[in-house]
C-alpha cells in the first residue's frame, strides 16, 4: 500500500489499528516496551511515555504532523521545478508568484460568491494555487535558445514552443497514473495542457472550445494573458493596468471566458495590488 493511503487508512482507523499506526510510524520513530509495559516512543528530540488512548491520539498527532512535513516538501519541490521552467524562458522575474496569486483570487471569487460551476470548492481554491505553479512546466523540454529568441520566432519554432504544453501534461500524467485520485495532480495536467486553448476553439493543443476547456486552465489563460500584457519582453514594454484590461475585455468570447471577464473586472483591484507587490523587475 502507497504510504498515503497506509497514512489515510490509519488515521480513519480506531484503537484495533494501534499495530498498523506503530508499523507506519516504525521508520521514523524507535519503538520499545518496558518492563511494566509502557511503550516508549524515541524521536529527534528525546523520547516520550504514552499509554492507551493517549498513545493513538499523539501517534495520529504525529501521523499529521509528518504528513504536513511531506506535503510542503512535495510543494517545494514542484516550487523549485516550475522556478527551473521559469529560468528557460523570456517570462519577467515573479512572473509564477504573481500567477498562482491572481489564479488565486479569481478561484476565491467564484467560489465565496457562489458561481454555478461543478468544480468550485474549497479544495478547487487550495489546489489551483499550487498548481498554478506547473502551467509552463514542459517547457523544460523545449530547447532554450527557441523560448529566450529576442527575434520574431518562425512558424516551425513557434510549433515547437506550442509543445510544451502536451510536454508538461504528458509528464503530469505520468504522476496521475500513478496516482489516479489525486485532485491536485488533475489540475496540474488540465493546467499544463490547456492553458493555451481558446474560449473561440481556435487555441492549443486541441482546439477546445468554450467549458469544454477545464475550469482550471480557463482561469490560467485569463491570468497568464493579464501577467504577459503587465510585463516587460523582449519585443515590448510594459502596459498599465487600463491598456491591459481592455484588451482582455476585447478576448471576451474569442480568447477568454467572459464569465472570467467579469469575475476579473470585479477582482481587478486585487490584480493591480498583487502586479505592484510583486514586480517584474528584480
Ligand atoms: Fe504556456
Ligand atoms: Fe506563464
Same mark, same amino acid.
Do not use: W
Given at each position: ?6 497514512i ?18 516504525s ?35 504525529q ?5 504536513q ?8 519541490t514542484?516550487?523549485?521545478?516550475s ?9 519577467t ?15 476565491? =471569487?467564484?467560489? +465565496?460568491?457562489n458561481? /454555478?460551476?461543478?468544480?468550485?470548492? #474549497?479544495e ?6 499550487? %498548481? ?8 523544460i523540454?523545449?530547447?532554450?535558445d ?27 500524467q ?24 481558446? =474560449?473561440?476553439? +481556435?487555441?492549443?493543443? /486541441?482546439?477546445?472550445?468554450?467549458? #469544454? ?7 490560467? %489563460?485569463?491570468?497568464?494573458?493579464y501577467?504577459?500584457?503587465?510585463s516587460?519582453?523582449?519585443y ?47
Amino acid at each position: 500500500m502507497a504510504i498515503y493511503d497506509r497514512i489515510e487508512h490509519v488515521i480513519s482507523g480506531s484503537n484495533s489499528e494501534l499495530k498498523e499506526i506503530k508499523d507506519v510510524l516504525s521508520s521514523y520513530y524507535n519503538f520499545t516496551t518496558t518492563t511494566d509495559g509502557i511503550i516508549e516512543i524515541e524521536e529527534l528530540e528525546g523520547g516520550e511515555k504514552f499509554t492507551g488512548d493517549s498513545y493513538v491520539i499523539t501517534l495520529k498527532k504525529q501521523l499529521h504532523l509528518k504528513m504536513q512535513e511531506m506535503l510542503d516538501a512535495q510543494l517545494a519541490t514542484i516550487t523549485a521545478l516550475s522556478t527551473l521552467a521559469e529560468t528557460c524562458d523570456s517570462n519577467t522575474h515573479n512572473h509564477i508568484q504573481r500567477i498562482k496569486l491572481y489564479c488565486l483570487t479569481i478561484a476565491n =471569487y467564484l467560489h +465565496t460568491n457562489n458561481y /454555478d460551476y461543478d468544480e468550485i470548492d #474549497e479544495e478547487f481554491v487550495d489546489n489551483i494555487f499550487y %498548481a498554478a505553479d506547473l502551467h509552463d512546466i514542459g517547457k523544460i523540454s523545449v530547447p532554450h535558445d527557441i523560448l529566450r529568441k529576442p527575434s520574431k520566432l518562425t512558424d516551425e519554432e513557434f510549433d515547437t514552443i506550442k509543445k510544451h504544453t502536451v510536454y508538461g501534461a504528458e509528464t503530469l500524467q505520468s504522476v496521475l497514473n500513478m496516482h489516479p485520485k489525486n485532485k491536485f495532480v488533475e489540475m496540474g495536467v488540465n493546467i499544463a495542457r490547456h492553458h493555451h486553448e481558446r =474560449y473561440d476553439g +481556435t487555441g492549443y493543443p /486541441d482546439k477546445l472550445k468554450g467549458t #469544454e476547456i477545464p475550469l482550471a486552465a480557463r482561469i490560467m %489563460a485569463l491570468c497568464d494573458l493579464y501577467d504577459a500584457l503587465r510585463s516587460e519582453r523582449p519585443y515590448k514594454q510594459p502596459l498599465d493596468h487600463t491598456t491591459a484590461k481592455n484588451i482582455i475585455l476585447d478576448e471576451m468570447n474569442t480568447q477568454l471566458d467572459p464569465v472570467l471577464v467579469e469575475v476579473f473586472l470585479s477582482c481587478e483591484e486585487e490584480f493591480m495590488r498583487i502586479n505592484d507587490a510583486l514586480p517584474a523587475t528584480a
